[in-house]
C-alpha cells in the first residue's frame, strides 16, 4: 500500500494533521500544504496519486475546483469535510480522478484510528475506494460506505441537532443575564457538561457551526421537526399539562424501547 504518495491540502492543521501522521505511520509518504507553507497545487498533484483536501468548509469548493483539473484520471481526489453532497458534486464536476467523499467522525485530539466511525461516499471509481477502505480498517476504524445524501441526513441528526441544542441553551442563557458565577454556584454535573458543549458552540470559530447547520439541506426538515416538537413542550408546559407531558415522554420512552 506504500507505492503511491498522499497530498493533503491543509495537512498543517487540525485533523488533515492528524491523518497526515496516520498515514505516515502505515509507511506512507505523505506531503502536506496549508495557506502560507508547502508545495503548491501543481507541484502537489504532479508528485501525489492521491490528494486530500482538508480545509475549511467554506474554502472547500475553491480548493477542489483549482486541484481538480490538475489530477490525472488514474489518481484520487478525496475530502474530509463534514458535509458531503456539494463536495462529491464539486469533486466530480472539477477532475476526471477517481472521486471520494469522506468524513472522520472525529476530532485531532483522538489518540488512534481503533473503533473510530470514518464514512466514505463513493463518487467515480471503485480502485481508491477499495485501497482507502481497506487502510482505514486496517487502522481499526469502523468504515461506512454510504451515498452523500444519506450521510448529511444523519449528520443533520447526529451533529446539527445537538448544534441546535447549544445555541438554542447558549443563546437563552444569554438572555436570561445571569452571571457565570451565580449559575455555577446553582449548577449541577449535567448542566456543566451541556454549558461546556455550548461554550464551544460560542467559542472561537463561529463560522464553522454556521456553516454546518446552513450549509446542509437536510438541516431544513430536522429543523421543522425540532420547532414543531419545541412548540408541542410549550404549549403542555404552558397549560400545567403534566399528564400530558408525561404521557409523550412516556411514548417516547416506548418507541425508543421498540427500537432497540
Same mark, same amino acid.
Given at each position: 500500500?506504500?507505492?503511491f504518495?498522499i497530498?493533503?491540502i /491543509?495537512g498543517?492543521?487540525?485533523i488533515?494533521r492528524?491523518?497526515a501522521g496516520?498515514?505516515k505511520?502505515?509507511g506512507? &509518504?505523505v506531503?502536506?500544504?496549508?495557506?502560507?507553507?508547502g508545495?503548491s497545487l501543481p507541484? @502537489?498533484?504532479? *508528485?501525489c496519486?492521491?490528494v486530500i483536501? %482538508?480545509?475549511p =468548509?467554506a474554502a472547500t469548493?475553491?480548493?477542489?475546483?483549482?486541484?481538480?483539473p490538475?489530477?490525472p484520471?488514474?489518481?484520487?481526489?478525496?475530502d474530509f469535510?463534514?458535509l458531503?453532497a $456539494?463536495? !462529491?458534486?464539486?469533486?466530480?464536476?472539477a477532475?476526471? #480522478?477517481?472521486?471520494?467523499?469522506?468524513?472522520?467522525?472525529f /476530532?485531532?485530539d483522538c &489518540?488512534?484510528?481503533?473503533g473510530?466511525?470514518?464514512i466514505?461516499c463513493p463518487?467515480r471509481?471503485?480502485?481508491?475506494?477499495g *485501497?482507502?477502505?481497506a487502510?482505514?480498517? $486496517?487502522?481499526?476504524?469502523?468504515v461506512?460506505v454510504?451515498t452523500?445524501e444519506?450521510h448529511?441526513r444523519m449528520?443533520? @441528526?447526529?451533529?446539527g441537532?445537538?448544534?441546535?441544542?447549544?445555541?438554542?441553551?447558549?443563546?437563552a442563557?444569554?438572555?436570561?443575564? !445571569?452571571?457565570?458565577?451565580?449559575?455555577a454556584?446553582?449548577s449541577? &454535573? !449535567?448542566?456543566?457538561?451541556?454549558?461546556a458543549l455550548a461554550?464551544?458552540v460560542?467559542?472561537? %470559530?463561529?463560522?464553522l457551526?454556521?456553516?454546518?447547520l446552513?450549509g446542509n439541506?437536510a438541516?431544513a426538515?430536522?429543523?421543522? =421537526?425540532y420547532?414543531?416538537? @419545541?412548540?408541542r @413542550?410549550?404549549?403542555l =408546559?404552558?397549560?400545567?399539562? #403534566?399528564? /400530558?407531558?408525561?404521557?409523550?415522554i412516556?411514548?417516547?420512552? %416506548?418507541?425508543?424501547?421498540g427500537?432497540e
Open positions: 500500500m506504500n507505492e504518495r497530498g493533503i /491543509g498543517t492543521g487540525g488533515g492528524w491523518f496516520f498515514f505511520a502505515q506512507i &509518504p506531503e502536506v500544504t496549508g495557506r502560507r507553507s508545495l507541484e @502537489l498533484a504532479s *508528485r496519486r492521491v483536501v %482538508s480545509v =468548509i469548493t475553491a480548493v477542489i475546483r483549482e486541484i481538480g490538475l489530477l484520471a488514474d489518481a484520487l481526489l478525496m469535510t463534514s458531503k $456539494e463536495p !462529491v458534486r464539486e469533486m466530480l464536476a477532475t476526471k #480522478a477517481e472521486a471520494v467523499g469522506c468524513h472522520p467522525l /476530532g485531532p &489518540p488512534s484510528l481503533s473510530q466511525n470514518v466514505l463518487g471509481g471503485e480502485v481508491w475506494l *485501497r482507502m477502505q487502510l482505514f480498517n $486496517e487502522g481499526g476504524a469502523r461506512t454510504t452523500p444519506e448529511d449528520m443533520a @441528526l447526529t451533529q441537532l445537538p448544534h441546535l441544542d447549544s445555541l438554542l441553551m447558549g443563546l442563557l444569554r438572555e436570561a443575564g !445571569v452571571t457565570e458565577e451565580r449559575l454556584a446553582f449541577t &454535573p !449535567v448542566f456543566r457538561t451541556r454549558q461554550a464551544k460560542f467559542g472561537p %470559530s463561529p463560522d457551526y454556521a456553516g454546518l446552513t439541506a438541516t426538515a430536522i429543523l421543522e =421537526i420547532a414543531r416538537n @419545541l412548540e @413542550l410549550k404549549e =408546559i404552558l397549560r400545567k399539562d #403534566a399528564a /400530558g407531558l408525561a404521557a409523550l412516556r411514548n417516547r420512552a %416506548s418507541a425508543g424501547h427500537q
